[in-house]
Structure formats: structure tokens, C-alpha cells
């Protein structure tokens, strides 16, 4: 796909291509975690700043995290008004969690480019119309148990990969 879809941010935040160069193990675990099932949970901000909860799939394309949606829903409204997001991908059946749980945090922007959003039809073959969001990434949380420890990864644009193990 290359520069069609691809887009730099600022440096306050990162796109998937800025965050997967510089911490790639990271990135593979994420992506897997969110290949693994088709639809997971994005938490956005209503009207009265109170949260909603919506699935939703997502796509990896481009160096960028990809949120699409139907004409008019309340999820792509709310983030039209306030673009702030969480994103947690499906944990799966039972309590297994194989790669942990995923989270991700950060600001959707919506593409009205007609080009951008050309190449993401042509890869996507989405149902029209829709709405387009490309993601700037302020967080990403793994959590998972290695060695009977809790291992709490966190990773934050401009800073390096914290990682908290508990017992």
C-alpha cells in the first residue's frame, strides 16, 4: 500500500508505522492480538462526557491503524466531536487471553481525502458510504502472566517501553 495511506504525525503521539519501528516485538504481539477475532471494543466519549461502548473491526494497513464505520453511528459522532478513544482488543473465549489483554489509547481522525480513502476501499472493499478514522496512538497496554507474574507492558510515544512485573 506505501505513502497512499500512510501519514506522520506529531511528536506527542505516533502512528502504527512510527510505533511498530521502535518497538517491533510489541507491535507483532498487538497486531496478532487483534488478527486473532474480528470484533473488538472502542470506548468513546458522549455528548455528557460519559463513556459508550461499541464493537467494532479494525485494520492494520499502511503504517496505520485503521477505525471504520456506518453512516451516522453514534460511535463515529462521538469521536467527530471529541476524537479521544480506547480501544481493547477481544479477549477470546474463556480466560485464556493467549498474548495477553491489548489496549490501545489515542485520538481518531476522520479521512475525508479522497485518495486516502480510495486506497483503503480498494484494500478493504468496506460497504459505502462509511466513515473513515486514522488513529494517533497515545498508549498501548499489554498485560499478561509470564512465570506466574503479572508483566504490565506500557508504551508511550517519545518514551521507552516500561515494563512492571508483579508477583
Known amino acids: 500500500m506505501g505513502s497512499t495511506l ?7 503521539d505516533a502512528n502504527w508505522a512510527e510505533f511498530a519501528a521502535v518497538e517491533p516485538a ?4 498487538v497486531e496478532a492480538r487483534f488478527g486473532a477475532y474480528t ?3 472502542l470506548a468513546t466519549l458522549r455528548k455528557d462526557g460519559s463513556p459508550r461502548t ?22 463515529a459522532l462521538d469521536l ?7 480501544l481493547q482488543a477481544n479477549p477470546g473465549d474463556g ?8 489496549r490501545i489509547g489515542g485520538r481518531a481522525i476522520e479521512v475525508e481525502d479522497p ?25 498501548i497496554v499489554r498485560t499478561c502472566v509470564e512465570d506466574a ?9 517519545g518514551e521507552s517501553l516500561r515494563t512492571v512485573r508483579r508477583a
Do not use: I, N
Open 6 to 12: 500512510g501519514c506522520m504525525t506529531s511528536s506527542t
Open 26 to 29: 510489541l507491535a507483532a504481539t
Open 149 to 157: 507474574c503479572l508483566v504490565v507492558q506500557v508504551w508511550q510515544p
Open 80 to 86: 467527530r466531536r471529541d476524537p479521544r478513544f480506547a
Open 39 to 41: 470484533h473488538h471494543t
Open 115 to 139: 485518495e486516502r480513502r480510495a486506497a483503503y476501499v480498494k484494500e478493504v472493499e468496506p460497504p459505502e458510504p462509511f466513515h473513515l478514522f486514522r488513529t494517533e496512538l497515545t498508549e
Open 54 to 75: 461499541t464493537g467494532l473491526e479494525v485494520r492494520f494497513l499502511g503504517g496505520e491503524l485503521w477505525l471504520g464505520m456506518m453512516p451516522g453511528s453514534l460511535k
Open 95 to 102: 480466560t485464556g487471553m493467549g498474548g495477553g489483554d491489548v
